[in-house]
C-alpha cells in the first residue's frame, strides 16, 4: 500500500486512546496541544488483534473500532465458508453428472479472464512470427501425448538443433519448472498442444496398450482393460473416464499412468516438475495458462504438426539448417507435395499400435460428456491457440512471407466435423482459417 501523508482535525480523547493502541500512529501524531494534528503516515495495516481496519477509510483517524465486531464477523465468515463448501462441490457434481457439450461451453466461456479473447482482431501475436536464431538454445516443453516425442527426434537428429531436454521420453515437466530449472539456459520455449477430446483419448490408448502403460497401470488392479476390441475400447475409456469424473480434486488413483483433468493447462500453470497426476485439474486458473501461452516463442498443433514445421522452419531464416530449408522449398504448399514430406514421417515417435481411431465423434454421447467436462479449461486454451495459429498460418502465407498456400483444403476439411465439438457442434475450422486470411489482407492494406 502506497504511503499517504495528510493534515486532519485534532481527535477527541476516546479517539486518541484508539489511535494510541494502532500501530500505524504514534503519540506525537495525536497530540491535542497542536491546533492542527501533525501530518501522519498510513503504512500498510499490520492485522493487530486489537483493532479491525474498516474498508475504505484507511486514512481516517476513526478507523480503528473496538474488537467487539472481530468475533461476530469470524463467526459470519466461519458459517459463510462453511455453507460454501457444502454447496460449491454439490453443484460441481451435478454438473458433472448433467454436463453437456453446451452447457460446458457456457462454463468455458463464462470463466474466460476479462475480454473474450477469441474476439480480437490484431492478427498473430508479434513473438510468434518472429526470427529464431537456430544457433541459440531451445526448450521444448513436453506435454504427454502431444507428439513431444517427435518434434524433440526432429529437432536432434534431423536439424541438428540444441534441443532441451535431449530424451524423447522420460519426466515431463511443466512450463514453470522446465523454464527455472532443466532448460533455464534456453533462448526459446517451445510446445505443442492438441486437441482436447483426441488428447484424453491418447491418453487412455496409451495406458491401456503401451509398453509404459501396461507395466505401471498393473499396480492398479481396477485399471479398465476387458479386452483389446474396437467396442472393449469403448467400454473400458468411459470407465476410465468415470473414475476421474468422480474423482475430482482428489489425485491418490490415476492408475500411476495420467490423470486427464485439462492436462494442457496444469501444464501450462503447474509449478511442478511432473503434472501426471491430476493437482489442480479441476480448477486451474485460466488467466495464468493464457498468460504463460503467449509467452511462448513457437506453439505446435498436433493436427497440424505439418504446417506447424512450415512456420518453425520459415522462422529459422536464412540459416536454417539444410533440412529445414530443403522442406519448406519443397513441401511447404498445397499445390503438390515432396518426398520430403514422406520422409519425415519416419522421424514421428510411435509408441504403440493399438487404439487407432479415424474420428472419435462417433464415441458414445455420454462418453463425450464426461470428456468434455474433465477439459473444459483446455477447450478455452485450445480454441484460443487454434484461432492464433490460424493467424500465423495466415500471415506466412502473405505475401509479406512465403506468399504461397500452406494450410490446405483436404486438411481443413478432414478436421472440420471432428473439430467442431468446441463450438457445441458449430465450430468451423475452415471458417476460422478463411477469416484470417480476410484479416491479414486487411491488416496489410491498411
Excluded at 469470524?74 to 453446451?102: H, M
Excluded at 541438428?160 to 532443466?182: A, F, M, R, W
Excluded at 522449398?329 to 515417435?349: G, I, L, R
Aim: with cysteine.
Amino acid at each position: 500500500m502506497p504511503v499517504r501523508e495528510r493534515e486532519t482535525d485534532c481527535p477527541s480523547s476516546t479517539q486518541r486512546a484508539g489511535l494510541l493502541q494502532d500501530e500505524r500512529f504514534s503519540s506525537a501524531d495525536v497530540n491535542p496541544a497542536s491546533h492542527i494534528c501533525r501530518r501522519y503516515t498510513v503504512a500498510p495495516h499490520k492485522g493487530s488483534k486489537n483493532d479491525v481496519l474498516l474498508a475504505g477509510r484507511r486514512g481516517d483517524t476513526d478507523a480503528a473500532v473496538p474488537t467487539l465486531t472481530s468475533s461476530r464477523t469470524k463467526k459470519y465468515l466461519l458459517f459463510l465458508l462453511a455453507t460454501l463448501g457444502i454447496v460449491v462441490p454439490y453443484c460441481q457434481r451435478i454438473l458433472r453428472e448433467f454436463g453437456t457439450d453446451a452447457l460446458l461451453n457456457t462454463i468455458i466461456h463464462h470463466r474466460r479472464p476479462g475480454p473474450d479473447l477469441f474476439s480480437e482482431d490484431t492478427g498473430p501475436l508479434s513473438k510468434r512470427v518472429a526470427n529464431l536464431d537456430p544457433a541459440d538454445k531451445f526448450s521444448f516443453v513436453h506435454i504427454s501425448k502431444c507428439a513431444g516425442s517427435t518434434w524433440i527426434r526432429l529437432f536432434k537428429k534431423v536439424l541438428k538443433l540444441n534441443i532441451c531436454p535431449e530424451k524423447e521420453d522420460g519426466v515431463e515437466h511443466s512450463v514453470s519448472y522446465q523454464q527455472q530449472y532443466t532448460c533455464n539456459d534456453a533462448n526459446y520455449t517451445l510446445i505443442s498442444l492438441r486437441s482436447p477430446r483426441h488428447h484424453v483419448w491418447s491418453q487412455f490408448t496409451m495406458c491401456k496398450y503401451s509398453r509404459w502403460g501396461k507395466r505401471v497401470t498393473r499396480k492398479s488392479t481396477d485399471f479398465p482393460r476387458s479386452g483389446d476390441e474396437y467396442e472393449d475400447d469403448e467400454v473400458d475409456f468411459d470407465s476410465w473416464l468415470s473414475h476421474f469424473d468422480s474423482m475430482g480434486n482428489e489425485t491418490n488413483n490415476h492408475y500411476n499412468c495420467y490423470h486427464p483433468a485439462n492436462l494442457l493447462t496444469r501444464a501450462l500453470t503447474s509449478p511442478l516438475d511432473d503434472v501426471h497426476d491430476g493437482r489442480g485439474g479441476f480448477d486451474p486458473n485460466i488467466t495464468l495458462a493464457m498468460n504463460t501461452y503467449e509467452d511462448l516463442d513457437f506453439v505446435a498443433l498436433v493436427e497440424f504438426i505439418h504446417e506447424s514445421q512450415c512456420m518453425l522452419y520459415y522462422r529459422l531464416g536464412d540459416e536454417a539448417p539444410p533440412a529445414a530449408s530443403s522442406y519448406l522449398s519443397k513441401s511447404c504448399h498445397c499445390e503438390k507435395q515432396h518426398e520430403e514430406h514422406v520422409k519425415n514421417e519416419s522421424v514421428h515417435v510411435q509408441h504403440h499400435s493399438m487404439g487407432k481411431r479415424s474420428n472419435l465423434r462417433d464415441l458414445p454421447a455420454p462418453t463425450l460428456s464426461k470428456v468434455a467436462t474433465l477439459t473444459s479449461a483446455d477447450s478455452f486454451i485450445y480454441v484460443n491457440a487454434l484461432k492464433h495459429f490460424m493467424d500465423e498460418m495466415a500471415w506466412l502465407e502473405s505475401d509479406d512471407a512465403l506468399g504461397r498456400r500452406i494450410v490446405c483444403d483436404d486438411v481443413l476439411k478432414m478436421w472440420e466435423p471432428e473439430l467442431a465439438y468446441l463450438d457445441s457442434g458449430r465450430f468451423n475450422v475452415t471458417q476460422l482459417y478463411q477469416d484470417a486470411v480476410m484479416k491479414q489482407q486487411r491488416i496489410i492494406s491498411s
